[in-house]
């Protein structure tokens, strides 16, 4: 059955066969218990990019293009280590990064596949730029 972002959400509750852990395990077996009996390992209480991919779907059929522009940027940076997104952000902070420090930020996120992530770290150097809001 495909997914119909207009009729299929909450993903949870109408379409629970399409939400996963980063493994494949079901949401059905996201459990309280689960986690307290270490069945299910921490890392798998995530989301995946086809969830939120799904989500942004849902966000953009509903004429939240914002939302679902967020969500598409979010399935990326699923690819990026936990310790380099909380580095992205803290270098995207007004005056903490110059324009060449952003750069870099970009090209490594494009290594990871995050490619708007990239594209966004670029744009909000130049508006940094413009604004005088570089280090």
């Known amino acids: 059955m495909g997914f119909d972002p207009t009729r299929d959400y909450p993903l949870g509750t109408r379409r629970p066969d399409l939400v996963t852990t980063p493994s494949g395990t079901p949401l059905e077996r996201v459990t309280l218990e689960a986690a307290r009996d270490g069945t299910l390992a921490r890392d798998e209480l995530r989301a995946t990019p086809e969830t939120l991919l799904r989500q942004a779907e849902?966000?953009?059929?509903?004429?939240?293009?914002?939302?679902?522009?967020?969500?598409?940027?979010a399935a990326e940076l699923t690819a990026v280590p936990d310790g380099e997104v909380l580095a992205v952000y803290t270098?995207?902070?007004?005056?903490?990064?110059?324009?060449?420090?952003?750069?870099?930020?970009?090209?490594?996120?494009?290594?990871?596949?995050?490619?708007?992530?990239?594209?966004?770290?670029?744009?909000?150097?130049?508006?940094?730029?413009?604004?005088?809001?570089?280090?």
């Open 58 to 73: 849902v966000a953009r059929a509903a004429g939240r293009t914002q939302l679902a522009e967020n969500l598409e940027r």
């Open 91 to 135: 270098a995207l902070r007004p005056g903490r990064s110059t324009g060449a420090e952003l750069a870099q930020w970009a090209v490594r996120l494009e290594e990871h596949g995050a490619h708007r992530t990239a594209a966004f770290v670029r744009e909000a150097a130049a508006a940094y730029r413009e604004r005088g809001l570089l280090a």
